[in-house]
């Protein structure tokens, strides 16, 4: 009898260690369970959800193919064989372009707090050619327009710098140059998107660009267009070699300064600002450069900046580009990145790093200089 009633124990000892292992892996497993759930809540939070239908405004038929995606990021999708389309974005601001070869892209400013994003319905124009674009183009197009104004272009659109060498345009003939001997004037457009290729920083741009113009007279240089970006795919030396790329030229960018000021963080990132007394050109340090008077937050989270003057922007922690002391013909030894910002109306900065609207600042020095070849998007983390 105290042997059976022995084995009894050491059978019910068995069985409660078993079900209380049993309990810790259930108890694991509903904590993983809930770790994951709250991991996917948080990031449903920090992001928002854009979804809809690409039709064509007079026929009502489906567009598919149709591009949606977010410009200068590496965010986007396609329309199905129904025209729909699903996009989850991160919080922040952005510029949304819907677009179909041959129709008018519809852009809109967009952020995590707008609303009528959700089942929407996108109607696109086809494109008419005006008759007198069709006499502009008769009257000013240059033939073998590549062959002349090919390498003055990619230096323009692309830049000069080190990650500008290394891009390539893959499609070059659907560019179109025009001259116009009386302004003095260059403007290039293009038939499709130009596709870019940059081993620099490791991006493929589909480039949709809107228009080129530039003034020989002045030497100013306009460009409007649609930039998307996509990772290149490549080895893992490769990989590493990009985000070693990316990083430097992050720092010290327009798109690290505005992120700068969002967080307050210029001083402890190498910034120095001096406004520009117009008159005399002569600059003076901005020791506060959060005061009311050019700065504010609004209740919606936006940053909210208008300088009276023009901003002398210098960024210490980096030196030039040895090309650009050399094409400005600067001093070998110039310690500082300096950029000046000029504000036409007050802008609104996101915390992604966008700001609108665009074209109320002009640029000039460092920030100038760089162009598409250094350019990242607005979701680019470290």
Known sequence: ?????????????????????????????SMVLFFLTCLSIDGISQSFLVSGKVIDAETKQPLQGASIFCVQTTIGTVANSEGGFGLRIPNGGYELCVSFNGYESITERINDQ?????????????????LEEVSIVFSSEVKEGWEKYGAFFVSQFLGTSENAQQCTIRNPEALRFFYYRKKDKLKVTSK??????????????????????HEFKTGATETTGYPFFKNMEGTEKDSLRWAEQRSTAYYGSLLHFFRCYYDSTLNLNGYKIEMVDESTEKPFQVKNPYENNYYAKTENGLLELNFPSKLRVLYKDETPSSIYLKEKKLDASTPFQISILKFY??????????????RDIFNSGYWDWERLGDMLPYDFDL
């Open 1 to 29: 009898m105290g042997k059976v009633k022995w084995r009894q124990e050491i059978i019910i000892a068995i069985l409660e260690n078993k079900i209380n292992q049993m309990t810790k892996i259930k108890l694991t497993l």
């Open 345 to 358: 109306n007050s802008i609104m900065i996101e915390e992604n790093g966008y700001f609108y609207d665009q």
């Open 114 to 130: 707008s609303e009528g994003l959700i089942d929407r319905v996108w109607e696109l124009k086809l494109k008419q050619k005006s």
């Open 192 to 213: 499709e998107s130009i596709i870019v290729d940059n081993a620099g920083l490791g991006y493929n741009i589909t480039y949709q660009l809107d228009s080129f113009i």
